[in-house]
Protein backbone atom coordinates (compact mmCIF):
# COMPACT_ATOMS: atom_id res chain seq x y z
CA UNK A 1 0.00 0.00 0.00
CA UNK A 2 1.38 3.91 -1.10
CA UNK A 3 1.70 5.87 1.60
CA UNK A 4 2.47 9.82 1.08
CA UNK A 5 5.46 11.35 3.30
CA UNK A 6 6.16 14.86 3.88
CA UNK A 7 9.00 16.50 1.57
CA UNK A 8 9.40 20.12 1.91
CA UNK A 9 6.34 23.34 2.24
CA UNK A 10 6.88 26.48 1.39
CA UNK A 11 4.93 29.81 2.20
CA UNK A 12 4.19 32.30 -0.47
CA UNK A 13 3.36 35.86 0.19
CA UNK A 14 1.83 37.97 -2.51
CA UNK A 15 1.83 41.20 -3.06
CA UNK A 16 0.79 44.35 -4.99
CA UNK A 17 2.94 45.16 -7.80
CA UNK A 18 3.02 47.53 -10.80
CA UNK A 19 0.01 48.41 -12.89
CA UNK A 20 0.43 47.41 -16.41
CA UNK A 21 -0.29 49.73 -19.57
CA UNK A 22 -3.32 48.19 -20.18
CA UNK A 23 -4.64 48.62 -16.29
CA UNK A 24 -3.71 45.30 -14.66
CA UNK A 25 -2.18 44.98 -11.91
CA UNK A 26 0.63 42.67 -11.71
CA UNK A 27 1.43 40.42 -8.35
CA UNK A 28 4.81 39.99 -6.63
CA UNK A 29 5.59 37.56 -4.53
CA UNK A 30 7.36 36.33 -1.45
CA UNK A 31 8.87 32.61 -0.72
CA UNK A 32 9.87 31.07 2.43
CA UNK A 33 11.35 27.65 2.72
CA UNK A 34 11.35 24.80 5.25
CA UNK A 35 8.25 24.98 6.53
CA UNK A 36 7.32 22.35 9.44
CA UNK A 37 4.86 19.60 8.16
CA UNK A 38 2.37 19.97 11.16
CA UNK A 39 2.30 23.63 11.11
CA UNK A 40 -1.31 24.56 11.41
CA UNK A 41 -3.29 27.34 9.73
CA UNK A 42 -3.69 30.14 12.25
CA UNK A 43 0.10 30.03 12.95
CA UNK A 44 0.81 30.40 9.25
CA UNK A 45 -1.64 33.15 9.18
CA UNK A 46 0.44 35.17 11.94
CA UNK A 47 3.45 34.64 10.12
CA UNK A 48 2.17 35.87 7.19
CA UNK A 49 0.78 38.74 8.53
CA UNK A 50 4.03 39.53 10.05
CA UNK A 51 6.56 39.19 7.34
CA UNK A 52 3.98 41.18 5.50
CA UNK A 53 4.59 44.21 7.53
CA UNK A 54 8.13 44.37 6.42
CA UNK A 55 6.93 45.14 3.01
CA UNK A 56 6.37 48.82 1.37
CA UNK A 57 4.00 46.89 -0.84
CA UNK A 58 0.32 46.36 -0.13
CA UNK A 59 -0.11 42.75 0.96
CA UNK A 60 -2.75 40.54 -0.90
CA UNK A 61 -2.31 36.87 0.72
CA UNK A 62 -0.38 33.98 1.35
CA UNK A 63 -0.50 30.43 0.32
CA UNK A 64 0.84 27.12 1.20
CA UNK A 65 2.63 24.85 -1.08
CA UNK A 66 3.01 21.51 0.11
CA UNK A 67 5.54 18.59 -1.78
CA UNK A 68 4.71 15.11 -0.73
CA UNK A 69 6.29 12.09 -1.63
CA UNK A 70 4.72 8.78 -2.67
CA UNK A 71 6.50 6.09 -1.11
Known sequence: M???EHKYAVLK???EGEV?????MRTK???YRNLRANVTADQLETVAVSLSSFSDSVY???EKIETMQVI
Do not use: H, Q, R, V
Not at 20 to 24: A, P
Open 13 to 15: LYF
Open 20 to 24: TEDGK
Open 2 to 4: ANL
Open 29 to 31: SKS
Open 60 to 62: IGA
